[in-house]
Structure formats: structure tokens, C-alpha cells
């Protein structure tokens, strides 16, 4: 306690009504948030059992964890509830899944899985685009507390109808499964609290809530906590709506207001100190993000000193920049004043990384693009998860699908399709179905026989880990069902091949490792399906610099920032030109200057490739915005910019200064 500052201590000691907590990039946020969760424990007022604290991602949540755990002693942390939302919907379901239209041992949809789904309800000439939408749209009438039938009730226009109807036969499918989708995770819980008898039992269980990142809740993770507190409102929030960039999510930085209305005794404090960036660094972003309307009006100040000024560089074209990075990067790691890590090149768009990562490449600068394709995209990932589950419990449903024929064991579409017709018919599981020998015995052969090795070996597997623990037994089965010599057969390259086969290792590897964590199947299962992989950090303290959208930079910090491509219809996106929404892309672009600590680089492009085609760009106005007073803007003022040729003699005598 002693170590804060007066706004962040009120913040912490305030429990005599609900608390919003502003809390600036770079403010220390978590430290209030953990600091406040060990005060309450160390005054008496709640014990660990009786508060919760709600983060967006598991990582945060890891963070969290860690840091009471170093401030309490383990012990005193144990009942504690800090999860993200997914994991705290998934609690609350798994408690009363029958109120919610499930049986007990319901599964999660991820969001490949519940794309499958969906796919099959569409026309068969539905292309990509058309799920995409489709699968959006279901979600919109889940965030908004619609059911099927109030989704074809409001419906608007034929889309909309169309969407809704298809929303009604995709959650006919989700109950038929006993399955539901991350959005139920939200939406179905919101429900369940429309029942006094539930709703009462989980107050009285979380009586104190935190919850971070309160800017980006959308509307049914509002009403959740709405529910969750009550009228009295025993919480506190903590955000910033000047760092709300999630709007094509559900983000509502709206909810601050409403926090507002709900609350007329609502507290206010608000953390302005910030701890991590220089102070001409911060009169930028405060000049930038002035330019949007405010309804908590607060200011970033610093005591680290105003240090340099914010370059703005012209380049000729995308290429140009990006040969300006090396050269930028290689004199600061040369010179000795920097590691690579401290490093990070920040950019709206995935696309513009290719021009980057090929002069890092080139110029042998280590690096690590962040924010890419998921390991958990993969396919064998995705194979050896739904493995896992029927092997946990062999009546989750779509994982069973999934796996039946896979490896191949003769059960193909239209065997799984009288499969599933009888199943629905009986009120069974796809398990519990295929043991049975009179549906066994009107199958094909091949498929009969393979259906009956499938369930054999699942009881048999089954009856191993309930007797002895998982241990090494997942990856035991998968040999056992020849699912490595499957995907050697399945990739013509056998580089490809050997890499698919190691991430199922290293896959089989975590789940032993999270086996010894966990005390039961179930709560294995909501580890894996909720909680952020084995490789989510795996680059943290390697020295490299990083790639990254600005929407993967959020939450993150580095000494030495580039921010590349300030253009106009680059950023702002010309989409949030067409469609007035720039408030979001300028407040993206305050996220990414207040990454930055010590120094902080813009670049534009007087040209730049989009789909094969050379465009004329022009500056972005988020750069007009910057006070004078703080920036060095050569071209502006008539200056020579750095051209392509430059740029390579300045790194090649760089070099041969160094070898010499």
C-alpha cells in the first residue's frame, strides 16, 4: 500500500459503493486490482471465496494470479474466482444445466466447430462469406438477450429473417448435442439469472466483483454482471474508454455510462499517473484522443521526464519504410543502447507485416510476429482436442462426430447420419447409440465392425482413467488409434508431416502437465477448451523484436515503438471513413502511441501496394492532431526524406563499421 499513489489507494480502500476506476494506459491498473483483492482479504472484509475478479484474457488472469500469490501466501488465495467471462458463464452453466435446456456433461463449441455447424444448415452453395455472416449475425442476437423465436420476431428484413431462422435450427442442433457455443457462455447464463432461486445462490457466492477492462464488455456481459450485483452493486470497474478498440466484437465503451444511470451513487476515481511513457509521448496521445467526445474527461501526466521527440517519417513507398525500420532497429542494437526485445513495429493491418518481415529477414534482425494464425487453428490440434474430450467423456457429442472417422474406420457421412437420427430418437448419445447391437446390426458391415471397435475402445480407455488419472494415457490412445501414421499419410511433404506430429505431441504433453493441476476430467476439459495455450508465451522473454497489429499490442509496452502506415483509408481504415466510426481508429491510434516508453517512431507512405495495385496515400489526419511542440517532421517543414538508396548505404556502412 504503501507504494501507491493517493488516486490508486482511495481506489483500493473504496468499498462504500460502487467504484469506476479510469484508469489511463500505463496507470497500474493490475496493481490496484490485486492490491485491492489482498486488502479486502487482509482486512476481514470478504474471504478469497466470496470475491471474484473477471479479466478478457487468460493471460491477464495468469498475471493476476501470480502477483497475489506473491503478495499473499498461496494458501490465503485458495476459493478465489479470477477468470475471464467465458470461464465464469461456463461455471455457472455447469451448475444448472438442466435450467438452461443441457444434461449434465455438456460441451463447448469452439468457434471452428460451431462454424461446422452452422455450415450445414446453410444451401450447399454458401460460400465463406455467407457463414461468416450468418455466424455473426446469431451472435448479435445472442449478445442482445434474443431467443430464436425473438430473433424471428424482430426480424427486420428477409436477411435478418433468414439469419434468425437459421439461428433457430443451429440451437435445436446445440440442445440435441447437449453442446453449447462461447456465446452461450454469455448469453445462456444471463437467463439462468432470470430464475431467484440461482441468481440468490450466486450472489450469495460472489459477493464482490472486479472486473477488468470494463470498456470492453459488451451488452450481455453487461447484463451478467448487472444481474450478479444487484442493486446494491458490491463491484468495481476498472477501464478506459479512450482504449475501447474492439467495437467489431461486441465492445460497448457505453457500458462506462451506463455504469453511470445504474448507479447514481456510483465512485468515480480516476489514474492519471502514468508509469511507463515519457512525457512528450504522452502530450501526444492526450492531444490525439481530445479530438473525441468524452464523458470522464482525464489527462496522462508522467514523472519520467519529457524525453525525445516523436519522429514522423515520409517514405516513398512500403518497401522504403520498411528498409527504414532495419536501419532504425540495427543502429539502436549496434550502438548497444537497446536489446531486440525492446523492440516492436506496430500496424493496423496483417497484410503490412510481409514488406517488414522481409527486410528483418534480410538483415538477419531476429523477430516474432504476434497475433497470427492460432495453434489452435491447426487441424491435428483441433483432431487431438475433441480426442481428448470423447476420451474424458465419451458422450460429448460433436467431439464423438468428429472423431469417429478419424483416422478413417469405415463410419462415413452416412453411417454418422443414421447414427445420429437414431441417437435423436432414442434420447441417447452418439456413444450410448452406437453400443447398441440391434442398430449395430442393420449397419453396412465395415462400418458396423468400425463403430464397435471405436465405442469398445473408448470404454476401454475410459475405465483406464477413471482407475488410474490421465498420466500418459491421451497420448497413448492416439498411437493406439493410428492417429500419427494417419497424418503422416495425410501430408505429401514429410517436413509438414513431422511438424504436425510434433505440435500433437507437445499438445499430449500439456494436457499430462495440466493433469497433474487439476482434480477431476471436467474441470480438465474447461482448462482446455477456456484457457489460452501452451505456446501463448513462449516468446516473452526472447530476445526478438516483435510484429504486431495494434489490436494484439493492447496491454503491452516496449521502450522502442515504430508505428507504420499513418495513412489515410490504412488508419483511420477506409471502412471506418465510410462508415463514420473514426472515434474507434483514433482511439486505436492513442493505444498504439501509448505503447511506446522512451521513444516512439511514425511512418507514412507516399505509395503503397493493396491488392497488386501501386496507390498515392496521404498522410494520416491522426498525425495533423500531434502538438508541434513534441514531434520532428522533416517532410512537413520541406525536408529531405531518406530514399531506398540511402537507406542501403547507411546500413551497409553501418556494417562494415562494425566488422571493422
Excluded at 442442433?173 to 450466486?202: E, G, K, M, Q, Y
Excluded at 434420447?427 to 471397435?453: M, Y
Amino acid at each position: 500500500m504503501a507504494q501507491l499513489n493517493p488516486q490508486q489507494r482511495a481506489a483500493v480502500t473504496h468499498l462504500d459503493s460502487p467504484l469506476l476506476v479510469l484508469a489511463g494506459a500505463g496507470s497500474g491498473k493490475t496493481r490496484v486490482i490485486t492490491e485491492k483483492i489482498a486488502w479486502m482479504i487482509d482486512q476481514g472484509h470478504y474471504p478469497p471465496s466470496a470475491i471474484a475478479a473477471i479479466t478478457f484474457t487468460n493471460k491477464a488472469a495468469r498475471e493476476m494470479r501470480k502477483r497475489l500469490n506473491r503478495r499473499l501466501k498461496k494458501r490465503r488465495t485458495e476459493g478465489l474466482t479470477l477468470c475471464t467471462f467465458h470461464s465464469l458463464g461456463w461455471q455457472i452453466l455447469r451448475a444448472d444445466p438442466q435450467a438452461a435446456g443441457r444434461r449434465k456433461g455438456l460441451s463447448i463449441l469452439d468457434q471452428h466447430s460451431a462454424a461446422d455447424l452452422i455450415r450445414e444448415l446453410l444451401p450447399s452453395a454458401a460460400g465463406k462469406d455467407m457463414l461468416q455472416i450468418v455466424q455473426s449475425g446469431i451472435g448479435r442476437f445472442k449478445d442482445a438477450g434474443l431467443d430464436p423465436g425473438q430473433a424471428l420476431a424482430t426480424a427486420v428484413d428477409d436477411n435478418s429473417a433468414k439469419t434468425a431462422e437459421i439461428y433457430r435450427r443451429y440451437d435445436d442442433r446445440l440442445a440435441a448435442l447437449n453442446a453449447v457455443d462461447f456465446d452461450d457462455l454469455i448469453s445462456l447464463p444471463v437467463r439462468l439469472f432470470d430464475d431467484p432461486v440461482i441468481l440468490t445462490r450466486w450472489r450469495r457466492r460472489l459477493q464482490y466483483v472486479l472486473v477488468d477492462e470494463y470498456q470492453d464488455t459488451s451488452a450481455a456481459q453487461y447484463r451478467l454482471l448487472r444481474h450478479l450485483v444487484g442493486d446494491v452493486g458490491q463491484m468495481t470497474a476498472v477501464g478506459d474508454d479512450d482504449q475501447s478498440i474492439y467495437g467489431w466484437r461486441g465492445a460497448r465503451p457505453e457500458n462506462l455510462s451506463e455504469l453511470n444511470k445504474d448507479y447514481p451513487n456510483l465512485e468515480v476515481i480516476k489514474l492519471e499517473q502514468n508509469y511507463r511513457s515519457a512525457g512528450k509521448i504522452l502530450e501526444a496521445a492526450n492531444a490525439v484522443i481530445a479530438c473525441n467526445p468524452h464523458e470522464f474527461e482525464k489527462t496522462l501526466w508522467s514523472q519520467l521526464g519529457p524525453g525525445d521527440d516523436i519522429g514522423i517519417v515520409e517514405y516513398d513507398d512500403d518497401g522504403d519504410e520498411a528498409e527504414g525500420i532495419a536501419r532504425d532497429i540495427l543502429t539502436h542494437f549496434h550502438g548497444g543502447r537497446v536489446r531486440y526485445r525492446d523492440c516492436a513495429v506496430l500496424y493496423r493491418s496483417n497484410q503490412q507485416a510481409r514488406a517488414i518481415e522481409l527486410q528483418l529477414r534480410e538483415h538477419a534482425i531476429p523477430y516474432v510476429v504476434s497475433g497470427g494464425p492460432s495453434w489452435f487453428d491447426a487441424r491435428e490440434i483441433r483432431d487431438g482436442l475433441a480426442w481428448l474430450r470423447v476420451l474424458i467423456n465419451p458422450d460429448d457429442n460433436p467431439a464423438f462426430m468428429r472423431i469417429a472417422n478419424t483416422p478413417r474406420r469405415g463410419l462415413g457421412s452416412g453411417a454418422m447420419a443414421r447414427l445420429a437420427t437414431y441417437a435423436d430418437a432414442t434420447g441417447k448419445s452418439l456413444f450410448e447409440a452406437g453400443l447398441d447391437p440391434v442398430f449395430q446390426s442393420e449397419l453396412p458391415l465395415p462400418a458396423a465392425r468400425g463403430l464397435r471397435s471405436l465405442t469398445n475402445m473408448l470404454i476401454e480407455f475410459n475405465d483406464r482413467v477413471e482407475r488410474n488419472g490421465l498420466g500418459s494415457i491421451y497420448e497413448e490412445m492416439l498411437g493406439h488409434v493410428g492417429y500419427f501414421e494417419w497424418l503422416r499419410e495425410l501430408e505429401d511433404d514429410p517436413k509438414k508431416a513431422l511438424r504436425r506430429e510434433r505440435n500433437l505431441r507437445d499438445l499430449a504433453g500439456w494436457i499430462e502437465r495440466l493433469a497433474e493441476e487439476v482434480d477431476s476430467g471436467e474441470e480438465l476439459l474447461a482448462r482446455v477448451c477456456l484457457v489460452a495455450g501452451p505456446d501463448d508465451d513462449r516468446h516473452d522473454d526472447a530476445d526478438l523484436v516483435r510484429l504486431m497489429t495494434l489490436h494484439a499490442a493492447k496491454g503491452l509496452e516496449f521502450p522502442y515503438v515504430w508505428l507504420v502506415g499513418c495513412e489515410e483509408g490504412l488508419l483511420p481504415h477506409q471502412r471506418s471513413v465510410d462508415e463514420n466510426t473514426i472515434e474507434e481508429e483514433r482511439r486505436l491510434m492513442y493505444v498504439g502511441i501509448t505503447r511506446a516508453g522512451r521513444k516512439l517512431n511514425l511512418s507514412y507512405c507516399r505509395h503503397r501496394r493493396r491488392q497488386g495495385q501501386q496507390h498515392e496515400c496521404q498522410p494520416s489526419r491522426f498525425l495533423d492532431e500531434l502538438p508541434e511542440t513534441v514531434i520532428d517532421w522533416p517532410a512537413r517543414h520541406g525536408g529531405k526524406q531518406t530514399s531506398r538508396e540511402d537507406a542501403q548505404a547507411n546500413i551497409a556502412d553501418l556494417k562494415a563499421l562494425l566488422e571493422g
